[in-house]
């Protein structure tokens, strides 16, 4: 990946951490493009999103503020890690799941 392709994607790339919604924003801004940038962070913030979403409604169950909190800090480290290495043009994927995100969503921003 070269110095001008981390360029070319660095704004796609942050808009896919800001929501759901910036996620598929992000995707149809790379479509033509296709920026390698980009669908890296594109596949890690896709990741980000849907396992928050599935490890939410699991802690939804719980009747348990503590619960809910950590599970608030953790995702908000993640989303911070993952915003940051876009920002600073890096393609290090997200501690524990990132390597995973990207086998599972490889077809998805590439």
Excluded at 40 to 49: D, P, S, Y
Excluded at 62 to 76: K, Q, R
Aim: glycine fraction near 10%; proline fraction near 2%.
């Amino acid at each position: 990946m070269t110095e001008e392709d981390i360029n070319n994607g660095k704004t796609i790339a942050i808009v896919s951490y800001l929501t759901i919604i910036g996620t598929l924003i992000a995707y149809f801004m790379n479509v033509e493009k296709k920026n390698t940038f980009a669908g890296f962070h594109l596949r890690q913030a896709l990741g980000l999103w849907l396992t928050y979403a599935a490890i939410g409604l699991l802690v939804s169950q719980f009747d348990s503020w503590l619960a809910s909190i950590g599970f608030y800090i953790f995702f908000a480290v993640l989303f911070i890690y993952g915003f940051g290495n876009a920002i600073s043009g890096k393609t290090q994927p997200v501690p524990l799941l990132g390597e995973l995100y990207q086998k599972w969503f490889s077809s998805f921003g590439s």
